[in-house]
């Protein structure tokens, strides 16, 4: 009598296992709900089987029985198997989510399927087909170590990749700027590498190893709208708050200037030669910063030459209100200052002065 149940035990674990088989298939990955409790339920009815039948499925044990006998235990014990990997896997398709990232999430379900399947592979040929694991795992650690070693590059940047796309700090579209300098629009990216146009129409290709390694702005986030600061030097011939209203106009008049948010003018410094202004506004895109700043700087010169506000001189450069004839000067004297890069020629048509333009004064 218990023979006989345990012969029924063990053709109904592999119709059931058959039947689960189809099922899965016919459901399709419309319906991951009702797919993971059908799968649990043929699952635990197997479960059920295999300890009617007496078999242990996580033990290889070589029985005296017949071939067909011997033959419907190991499918049967795959089919075990099997239907354990693919309720696990039902579960990783559910609940491991990334909330607004469901690329990140399956890139992390897919790593996690290829861990289950992995685990029941090895646990079908031990449990099943009685092959040594301890040694096939030292033979293949040993070639896992050398195909390492040959592709550490390789293998730096496919999880550097993986890495990088988990965290997302970019996307295709974005325009970054990289600690050595690199700065462009992301065109393309995968595991190994991330292509960017730089604005001179360069394509750099970036292994991911790198890229993770370099500090990265990305200047599409929160959104594109960059900002940018011009300094300039007012002269002190007009009131403060006269030049910063003039500039501020200027600014506005500007139509590759963000009004979204409005531009401003900072003083930064005051002497009595002029005013160190840095003018701040925002573009629409980090790709028309140097458009913007060209019209910028043109509609500061015409707007300071129509109210009268004049560009301050460097820093470093001291007018002497004193008489001045070219003849006074030996020419040994005049070639020596164009050497040392001092000019000390009347500039601007001055007659009566004399300008000394000292370079880092």
């Given at each position: 009598m218990a023979t006989t149940l345990s012969a029924v035990s063990i053709v109904m674990l592999n119709v059931l296992g058959l039947a689960g088989i189809t099922v899965w298939v016919l459901q399709g990955r419309g319906r991951p709900t009702a797919r993971l409790i059908v799968q649990i339920v043929f699952f635990a009815a197997m479960t059920v089987a295999l300890l009617a039948a007496h078999i242990v499925p996580f033990r290889y044990e070589?029985?005296?029985?017949?071939?067909?006998?011997?033959?419907?235990?190991?499918?049967?014990?795959v089919l075990w198997w099997t239907h354990l990997a693919w309720a696990l896997i039902g579960?990783?398709?559910?609940?491991?989510?990334?909330?607004?990232?469901?690329?990140?999430?399956?890139?992390?379900?897919?790593?996690?399927?290829?861990?289950?399947?992995?685990?029941?592979?090895?646990?079908?040929?031990?449990?099943?087909?009685?092959?040594?694991?301890?040694?096939?795992?030292?033979?293949?650690?040993?070639?896992?170590?050398?195909?390492?070693?040959?592709?550490?590059?390789?293998?730096?940047?496919?999880?550097?990749?993986?890495?990088?796309?988990?965290?997302?700090p970019y996307v295709i579209g974005d325009w970054i700027f990289l600690g050595d300098g690199t700065e462009g629009r992301v065109v393309a990216s995968n595991w190994r590498a991330t292509c960017i146009l730089t604005p001179a129409n360069n394509l750099v290709v970036l292994p991911n190893s790198v890229l993770a390694k370099l500090g990265l702005t990305n200047f599409s986030r929160p959104t594109e709208t960059h900002q940018?600061?011009?300094?300039?030097?007012?002269?002190?011939?007009?009131?403060?708050?006269?030049?910063?209203?003039?500039?501020?106009?200027?600014?506005?008049?500007?139509?590759?200037?963000?009004?979204?948010?409005?531009?401003?003018?900072?003083?930064?410094?005051?002497?009595?030669?002029?005013?160190?202004?840095?003018?701040?506004?925002?573009?629409?895109?980090?790709?028309?910063?140097?458009?913007?700043?060209?019209?910028?700087?043109?509609?500061?010169?015409?707007?300071?030459?129509?109210?009268?506000?004049?560009?301050?001189?460097?820093?470093?450069?001291?007018?002497?209100?004193?008489?001045?004839?070219?003849?006074?000067?030996?020419?040994?004297?005049?070639?020596?200052?164009e050497q040392s890069g001092t000019d000390v020629r009347p500039q601007n048509g001055a007659k009566d002065a004399i300008l000394l333009s000292v370079p880092g004064a």
């Open positions: 070589r029985s005296g029985a017949d071939a067909s006998t011997r033959f419907l235990v190991d499918c049967g014990k579960f990783t398709r559910i609940y491991i989510v990334l909330e607004k990232r469901p690329k990140e999430a399956r890139l992390l379900q897919d790593l996690v399927v290829a861990v289950v399947y992995l685990g029941i592979s090895l646990s079908i040929m031990a449990f099943v087909f009685g092959v040594p694991i301890g040694t096939l795992m030292a033979t293949s650690g040993i070639v896992a170590i050398m195909l390492g070693l040959a592709s550490q590059n390789t293998l730096s940047d496919v999880f550097s990749g993986i890495a990088l796309t988990i965290g997302r940018i600061k011009l300094p300039i030097r007012i002269a002190s011939t007009q009131p403060p708050a006269r030049s910063i209203e003039v500039l501020r106009q200027a600014l506005e008049s500007c139509g590759s200037v963000s009004k979204v948010m409005p531009p401003a003018v900072s003083l930064k410094h005051l002497d009595g030669l002029g005013m160190d202004v840095e003018l701040l506004f925002h573009v629409p895109s980090p790709a028309q910063r140097i458009a913007a700043s060209n019209e910028v700087i043109d509609a500061v010169y015409r707007y300071c030459k129509a109210n009268g506000v004049a560009l301050g001189l460097p820093p470093g450069s001291y007018v002497l209100a004193a008489p001045f004839h070219e003849s006074l000067l030996m020419p040994a004297t005049v070639a020596s200052d």
